[in-house]
């Protein structure tokens, strides 16, 4: 990071939030209320830079505002709240959103054979490239803080995973240990969703994180800030090995 971006930033994190984009915190993203006050001057922080310095694109007639930017970048720093020195998602260089689903692209669908006209999907993460959301979705999971199911925890998560080469459900854990504790814990909750899928058992971790590995770590990032009392009573393991890689304790947020 070169030293105009320092002072940029510095600039940027000496500025007040503005009074409305606190307003969309405060209205939109539910988790932000449940936030010890230190880790809610830390979203704010992290929240400024962040929308200065992505490229935000309105998609499909959707205008781009302030409610969009702040309500997709509160929900996303969310998952960098725990780590120091600040992250930024500075590797996220266009977010681009939709109103609601949107066709994808067929060719943009590696390995599957699919209907002509594209699939109706929700978003995306690029692996090197821009994240894709809808406003819809957005909105419906940051106001609901608790349902186990948040499109943009479930996109950036893809995000981190890739952050080390691969999008391949291994997060970039620091030291060899935590990696293959990550693995170890990792592969045997997802070959029980697995199981329990093609047994038909009720999960508390959303099925479709039995799709791939990948999957199954934006799947378990979405149970882990929604429902962790629930994670961390029947995951137990798995709880450990996410609090430790977001350095977050989200069971003892206020309810
Ligand atoms: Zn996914």
């Known amino acids: 990071m070169g030293w105009l971006k320092n002072r ?7 500025a007040p939030l503005p009074a409305a984009w606190r307003g969309y915190l405060e209205a939109n993203v539910r988790h932000y209320g ?34 969009v930017r702040v309500t997709v970048a509160g929900m996303a720093l969310l998952l960098a709240v725990g780590v120091e020195p600040s992250y930024y ?8 959103v939709y109103p609601d689903t ?3 692209p067929p060719q943009w669908q590696d390995n599957l054979v699919v209907d002509e006209d594209g699939i109706p999907v929700h978003g995306e993460a690029w692996h090197g490239g821009p994240i894709v959301l809808t406003w819809k979705e957005t909105l419906r999971g940051a106001r609901d803080e608790a349902d186990g199911r948040n499109l943009v925890l479930h996109e950036f998560a893809h995000h981190l995973d890739g952050l080390d080469g691969a999008v391949d459900g291994i997060p970039p854990l620091a030291g060899r240990a935590a990696h293959d504790n990550w693995q170890r814990v990792a592969r045997a909750e997802f070959e029980q969703l697995v199981f329990s899928q093609q047994h038909n058992q009720v999960t508390l971790l959303d099925q479709y994180g039995a799709t791939n590995e990948a999957e199954f770590f934006a799947v378990a990032t979405e149970c882990f800030f929604e429902e962790p009392r629930e994670m961390q009573h029947h995951h137990a393991e798995l709880y450990r090995a996410l609090s430790g890689f977001y350095r977050q304790d989200p069971a003892v947020w206020a309810r």
């Not at 998602?89 to 681009?96: N, R």
């Open 102 to 104: 949107y066709l994808q």
């Open 8 to 14: 940029r930033r510095r600039k940027l994190l000496a």
């Open 89 to 96: 998602f500075g590797g996220v260089k266009s977010v681009l």
């Open 34 to 67: 449940r936030l010890p006050t230190a880790q809610q001057a830390k979203l704010r922080d992290l929240v400024k830079v962040f929308v200065a310095e992505t490229n935000w694109e309105g998609c499909g007639g959707l205008e781009m505002t302030d409610e």
